[in-house]
T-cell receptor, first 115, second 113 residues
Framework: GAGVSQSPSNKVTEKGKDVELRCDPISGHTALYWYRQRLGQGLEFLIYFQGNSAPDKSGLPSDRFSAERTGESVSTLTIQRTQQEDSAVYLC?????????????FGNGTRLTVT | DQQVKQNSPSLSVQEGRISILNCDYTNSMFDYFLWYKKYPAEGPTFLISISSIKDKNEDGRFTVFLNKSAKHLSLHIVPSQPGDSAVYFCAASASNTGNQFYFGTGTSLTVIP
């Protein structure tokens, strides 16, 4: 079956512009996560959705970052007024159930470069 | 604060030999641990996991060992194959962390033919 799909795969934007990153999770997966990986660093948790609600937004770095999920399906991560430190690979993952012991299925990521 | 640490950024092993990847954690509340494998330009893929009620879990060539008293886990790959060359991430979670998974910084494994 289809895996987690993310678009675009690459995005180059100028500092100060807004960007939207899209994630299509595996059909039927209840939980959806956003992580980012900066160069040479580990995966940094951003936000988690259970259905369409986000019980945990603790990882969002600033109020320039927001995310939403609709129809218990597609999610968009929006970064406003992008800064160079936002450059990273943004990874989306989904899981069939919202449980701490349910492994995540990752997409291939969106590589964001802010110039 | 990095709660999951992989102190070896890279590891090289000859084909056929054992690869041992290590991971340390600081949060004693973690009770579920996972290993993910990542190829370039792809997302991480789940490899193997272990619950804190066990100290070993085996799946084919892959075995994960957990030492709770030392807050240490390791992934053994034997025999290593060139296709195992990838970045390996250790991750941990706990039933009281709101479903968040904490990842290490990864170890790049190169298996030399």
């Amino acid at each position: 079956g289809a895996g987690v799909s993310q678009s675009p795969s690459n995005k180059v934007t100028e500092k100060g512009k807004d960007v939207e990153l899209r994630c299509d999770p595996i059909s039927g997966h209840t939980a959806l996560y956003w992580y980012r990986q900066r160069l040479g660093q580990g995966l940094e948790f951003l936000i988690y959705f259970q259905g369409n609600s986000a019980p945990d937004k603790s990882g969002l770095p600033s109020d320039r970052f927001s995310a939403e999920r609709t129809g218990e399906s597609v999610s968009t991560l929006t970064i406003q007024r992008t800064q160079q430190e936002d450059s990273a690979v943004y990874l989306c993952a989904s899981s069939p159930r919202t449980a701490y012991n349910s492994p995540l299925h990752f997409g291939n990521g969106t590589r964001l470069t802010v110039t | 604060d990095q709660q999951v640490k992989q102190n070896s950024p890279s590891l090289s092993v000859q084909e056929g030999r054992i690869s041992i990847l290590n991971c340390d954690y600081t949060n004693s509340m973690f009770d579920y641990f996972l290993w993910y494998k990542k190829y370039p330009a792809e997302g991480p893929t789940f490899l193997i996991s272990i619950s804190s009620i066990k100290d070993k879990n085996e799946d084919g060539r892959f075995t994960v060992f957990l030492n709770k008293s030392a807050k240490h886990l390791s992934l053994h790959i034997v025999p290593s194959q060139p296709g195992d060359s990838a970045v390996y991430f250790c991750a941990a979670s706990a039933s009281n962390t709101g479903n968040q998974f904490y990842f290490g910084t990864g170890t790049s494994l190169t298996v030399i033919p």
